[in-house]
Structures are given as structure tokens and as C-alpha cells.
């Protein structure tokens, strides 16, 4: 059965970088795609961006000039780096398991099923 | 982007009541793209529907969704005691992936 597993800093100042780590464990990269989502507290869920098995990524047009997302299949791991945190970014970061939708011409990153348990992450001076 | 809108903010029934949620979309969501999941406090979300029907692997099937195009419901035919938390839908039809605000599903 598939796990993620995610560990990283959980406090943070101000303009400082997020570093993420999200380990797959029980589960090949290949025909999924791997995202991260944030839930800052007491609020929503937001969709900060994907990456595919082919190392494509694709972020959110709200955070994408401050966004990497990639992953290192040697060690079945996928990385989330944030820069320049504010406050506003305080949230649990949670990464998430895709299945791949392919059409005749591209394939494309479909609903969530499989989630990590999150990680509490504060960014204060 | 897509903007989805769940109504309402919060439903208050008692268990063994029946709950309808509703998601409504900005724009078409298209071949049907859309998930529900149900989030309990302190826990990451839990797949409940995509493709707007269909269960997932293991959801009890008092739980079903419904609905096309801008519109889109979420029915729980008789609450368990479990079933009270936040239900959120998020549509993946076109990017960026967005979610509506949720709905919370209190005891009364």
C-alpha cells in the first residue's frame, strides 16, 4: 500500500526558503503525478503545483515565480522548494498522489488519492 | 482559473439524515472533472468521488455525486457519526487545480 511520508523545517522567518521532502514508499512514480496543496489554518485547500514521472512541472500562477517542485526517482522522493515565505504562507503543506489521465495527444494530472499527513509550517520573525 | 462555490457554508443535521451538498462551478468543468473529499480536523482530506460519480476505493456507498457542466452535488443518504466534518469539491478540467471553500456538516 502506497505511504508518503514528509518531513522539513516547520518554522521559517520572513524571506527565508520552504524546503519540503515527500517519500513514496510501496508505489512506483511512474503514471501518477505528485503534487503539493497547502491549507493555511482554519482555511481552504490550494493547489501549489505538480510534477509529472517524466519530470514535467506545472505550478500555480499565484505562487509560480517562487515555486520548484521536483522529484528524484533514485530515492522515490519529491521536493517542494518555496521562496521568499511571508506570513501569508503559513499553512500545512500536504503532498498528494495523482493518477494520470492520458489522452490521444498528452496526458494530464487528474484528483487526489492518496495524501501525506501534512506538515505544519510557520513562518514568523 | 475556475472558481468553485459550495452552499452551504454549513449544514446541520442529525445522524440518519440525509445530506446535499452543492459545488457550482465558474465556468464549465469539462468531461465531468470533478472530486469531492471529506476532511475530519487535524487529518489530511480523504478521496470520496471523482468524475463527479464515481466512488472511490473503499467509500461506503451512502455517499454518491452527481451532477455535469457548472453543477455538481455531493448526497449522503443517512449520516453515521463519522460522517460529520468538511467536505470539499475540487475540479481538475483545467489548471490551475482549485477548490471551493468546503462545507462543514455539524451535529444538530
Known amino acids: 500500500q502506497v505511504q508518503l511520508q514528509q518531513w522539513g523545517a516547520g518554522l521559517l522567518k520572513p524571506s527565508e526558503t520552504l524546503s519540503l521532502t515527500c517519500g513514496v514508499s510501496?508505489?512506483?512514480?511512474?503514471?501518477?503525478?505528485w503534487s503539493w496543496i497547502r491549507q493555511p489554518p482554519g482555511k481552504g485547500l490550494e493547489w501549489i503545483g505538480e510534477?509529472?514521472?517524466?519530470?514535467?512541472?506545472k505550478y500555480n500562477p499565484s505562487l509560480k515565480s517562487r515555486v520548484t517542485i521536483s522529484f528524484d526517482t533514485s530515492k522515490n522522493q519529491v521536493s517542494l522548494k518555496l521562496t521568499s515565505m511571508t506570513a501569508a504562507d503559513t499553512a500545512v503543506y500536504y503532498c498528494?498522489?495523482?493518477?494520470?489521465?492520458?489522452?490521444?495527444?498528452?496526458?494530464?494530472?487528474?484528483?487526489?488519492?492518496?495524501w501525506g499527513r501534512g506538515t505544519p509550517v510557520t513562518v514568523s520573525s | 482559473e475556475i472558481v468553485l462555490t459550495q452552499s452551504p457554508g454549513t449544514l446541520s443535521l442529525s445522524p440518519g439524515e440525509r445530506a446535499t451538498l452543492s459545488c457550482r462551478a465558474s465556468?464549465?468543468?469539462?468531461?465531468?472533472?470533478l472530486a469531492w473529499y471529506q476532511q475530519k480536523r487535524g487529518q489530511a482530506p480523504r478521496l470520496l468521488i471523482h468524475?463527479?460519480?464515481s466512488r472511490a476505493t473503499g467509500i461506503p456507498d451512502r455517499f454518491s455525486g452527481s451532477g455535469s457542466g457548472t453543477d455538481f452535488a455531493l448526497t449522503i443518504s443517512r449520516l453515521e457519526p463519522e460522517d460529520f466534518a468538511v467536505y470539499y469539491c475540487?475540479?481538475?478540467?483545467?489548471?490551475?487545480?482549485?477548490f471551493g471553500q468546503g462545507t462543514k456538516v455539524e451535529i444538530k
Open positions: 498528494a498522489r495523482g493518477p494520470r489521465d492520458c489522452g490521444s495527444v498528452a496526458c494530464f494530472s487528474t484528483f487526489f488519492d492518496v
Open positions: 510501496g508505489e512506483s512514480f511512474s503514471f501518477y503525478y
Open positions: 510534477v509529472n514521472d517524466s519530470g514535467s512541472s
Open positions: 465556468q464549465t468543468v469539462s468531461s465531468s472533472s
Open positions: 468524475g463527479a460519480s
Open positions: 475540487q475540479q481538475y478540467g483545467s489548471s490551475p487545480r482549485t
